[in-house]
């Protein structure tokens, strides 16, 4: 089963404004964790939410998680050009040992 | 901060070719993965590797694909027989393991810059 589907697939925001991705995933978690992809480079890890947590907190990054509705959200506040990326979320899998990520949200941010 | 390393960073390869890409996962880590992004599409887990052997793999890792650690630095991922469709970023990535902690799927992964796969 897939896991860790975002959307918007793409988003283009000005800088200052709030960006708001969603992700929905299928089963039971351990744990839901936000990536970051600048282009042509690898994965950053944003931040980590744990299955009995429903709101995180790291700088500008906000993550909200809803383990009934299965899914998880990420705000990034006043937002900046260099906050230009992918960005994924990724799960742990039906086997509770390897991730699953989704296929991200293009995050465009226009001086 | 300590980086996991990945070469090359571009390797272009004929079909049929065997092609060995090599990461150096963070020193203090134990257990270490390959994930495959064909252009434009999802990261897409291939394998993960703990005390020198396979943990678990997915439907992508057939028997063309190997990995070993050779060493007590590198990793490698080695196709053996290339394909068209081979072609993509692979990426290396590890994971800290504290001990007592059982479930390190609660541990972020650190990802190396990846190596483009380019099969002609």
């Known amino acids: 089963s897939q896991q860790g589907e975002e959307d918007p697939q793409a988003l283009s925001i000005q800088e200052g404004e709030n960006a708001t991705m969603n992700c929905s995933y299928k089963?039971?978690?351990?744990?839901l964790q936000w990536y970051r992809q600048n282009s042509g480079r690898g994965l950053v890890h944003l931040i980590l939410?744990?299955?009995?947590?429903r709101e995180k907190h790291s700088g500008r990054l906000r993550v909200t998680l809803d383990t009934s509705k299965k899914s998880s959200s990420l705000l990034i506040t006043a937002s900046r050009a260099a906050d230009t990326a992918s960005y994924f979320c990724?799960?742990?899998?039906?086997?509770?040992?390897?991730?699953?990520f989704g296929p991200g949200t293009r995050l465009s941010v226009l001086p | 901060e300590p980086e996991v390393t990945q070469t090359p960073s571009h390797q272009v390869t004929q079909m049929g070719q065997e092609v060995i890409l090599r990461c150096v996962p963070i020193?203090?880590?134990?257990?270490f993965y390959w994930y495959r992004q064909i252009l434009g599409q999802k990261v897409e887990f291939l394998v993960s590797?703990?005390?020198?052997?396979?943990?678990?793999k997915s439907e992508i890792f057939d028997d063309q694909f190997s990995v070993e650690r050779p060493d007590g630095s590198n990793f490698t991922l080695k196709i053996r027989s290339t394909k068209l469709e081979d072609s993509a970023m692979y990426f290396c990535?590890?994971?800290?393991?504290?001990?007592?902690?059982?479930?390190?799927?609660?541990?972020?992964?650190?990802f190396g810059d990846g190596t483009r796969l380019s099969i002609l």
């Open positions: 089963t039971s978690i351990n744990n």
């Open positions: 020193s203090n880590h134990l257990y």
């Open positions: 990535a590890s994971t800290r393991h504290e001990p007592g902690q059982g479930d390190y799927s609660n541990q972020p992964q650190h």
């Open positions: 590797f703990y005390n020198n052997e396979i943990s678990e």
């Open positions: 939410i744990r299955s009995n947590e």
């Open positions: 990724a799960t742990v899998d039906n086997y509770g040992q390897n991730f699953v």
